[in-house]
């Protein structure tokens, strides 16, 4: 992480006002096949990992039982309560919680994540995907800042000084290790891309088999 969590915190209050109103087409692509890979079941709990001004999480509660937003902007989940109390939805909550501490303990069926995880180092990525693996959700949709090719630090998703992106590569070796099979890549630009990691038979019979390997 090239900030702390607190400088980013910091970084993401003073912009929460005007954060809807300031998004690139390649975020709302990008933001929009998170929503529709999560498909969130009627009973489904999900939970969404830096919330932000509650894009996906509000796109989603209609659909699910629950929604749960965790981020450590309190400027940014603000504004995503007061969204939510505009739009009369009721079954979503916001509250702190980082990647790698979520402070949420609750069952949870879908993790989703959208233009946030490219803030942690690729071992914090790493750390947060085995926390989110142990939570144990059927599926982990990751929408974000992620490299398809060699990085070009001139392209307007990649702001070096602030921004730590993976690899496409790093980030399914991630998901693999922590028992997830890869089901869906989809790339948006060569620097933005969303990844459905799903856990089910198939990955839990795969783990001790691989481990066996090593
Ligand atoms: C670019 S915004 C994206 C918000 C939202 N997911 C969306 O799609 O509009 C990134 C968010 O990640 C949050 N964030 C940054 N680092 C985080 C961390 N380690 N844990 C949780 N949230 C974090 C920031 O506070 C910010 O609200």
Known sequence: MKKSLEDHA???DEKANEYDDSNSEEYRACANLVIEHAAPAEDDVVLDLGTG??????????DADRVVGRDISEGMMEE??????????ENVEFGHGTFREPEYDGPVDVVTSNFAMHHLSDEQ???AIEVIAD???RKFVLGDVMFFGEPDPSEPFYSPDVD???TVGTL????????????AVERV???VGVLVAERGPMADAETPETQARE
């Open 189 to 191: 630009h060569d620097q």
């Open 80 to 89: 995503a309560s007061a969204k939510a109390e505009d739009e009369g939805i």
């Open 172 to 183: 399914a070796d991630a998901f693999t290790n922590a028992g997830f099979s890869l089901t």
């Open 125 to 127: 990525k790493r750390e």
């Open 10 to 12: 910091a970084r993401f």
């Open 164 to 166: 730590d992106p993976a």
């Open 135 to 137: 939570l144990e959700p």
């Open 53 to 62: 001004t509650g894009a996906i999480a509000l796109a989603l509660a209609p």
